[in-house]
């Protein structure tokens, strides 16, 4: 009886295999692939500020972008240090024949169409801060632009660059504690070079 009780649970056991193997193979659909839409870096007017409001220091009760702010504060730096580099003083003969005579207006505009032209190049979306001025071309050449004294060479070019990067470092913004951002601004300011420099 055992014997037979055994046989029959084998038998039972075999069948079972057998009629699971010969069951027709039902998959389950595959799912869906995932797509991800890659995240788009922030673009570098993101990563100096952005479009958050602040005031603005130097006119009390007014607000400013961040983004545009810093980028002021950079450039304002910067002109600073151009204004101070005698290899790059003999481009600024005009400016500097106002300043010594107390006119400041060519200065302010100076910084304003660098600080339109920064805002744009790193993209600011704010039409306010569009730049509007020559063409890169133009501006560096003294036959269409009388405020630069003489066409820029690749020297000077590579040092114009170099005192953009005080003035960052003047506005906290280096190397030690931000390459990337640096690296990444004077890669946008070397896009200009080939209209820059003309001799």
């Known amino acids: 009886m055992k014997k037979t009780l055994m046989i029959a649970a084998a038998a039972l056991i075999a ?3 057998f009629s699971i193997s010969c069951k027709k193979k039902t998959t ?9 839409t890659p995240t788009p870096a922030p673009s ?8 958050t409001m602040v005031n603005d220091p130097t ?6 972008e961040q983004g545009r702010l810093t980028l002021r504060s950079v450039v304002d730096s910067s002109i600073n240090v151009i204004a101070a580099d005698p290899q790059l003083q003999p481009y600024f003969t005009a400016l500097f024949t106002e300043l010594g005579a107390g006119n400041t207006s060519g ?15 790193t993209g600011a979306t704010n039409s306010a801060y569009a730049y509007g001025g020559r063409s890169m071309k133009d501006a560096h050449d ?5 405020r630069i004294s003489m066409k820029v060479n690749s020297t000077d070019f590579d040092k114009f660059v170099g005192d953009i990067g005080t003035g960052l470092a003047k506005n906290g913004v280096t190397s030690a504690n931000n390459a990337q951002l640096v690296n990444d601004l004077v890669a ?10 003309q001799r």
């Open 15 to 17: 069948v079972s295999v």
């Open 28 to 36: 389950e659909p595959e799912p869906d692939p995932v797509v991800t």
């Open 44 to 51: 570098l007017y993101t990563r100096v500020g952005g479009t």
């Open 59 to 64: 006119h009390t009760g007014t607000m400013i």
């Open 107 to 121: 200065l302010t505009a100076l910084s304003l169409n660098f600080t339109d032209f920064m805002c744009s190049a």
């Open 142 to 146: 003294p036959s269409h632009n009388t």
């Open 188 to 197: 946008l300011l070397n896009t200009t070079k080939s209209a820059i420099v």
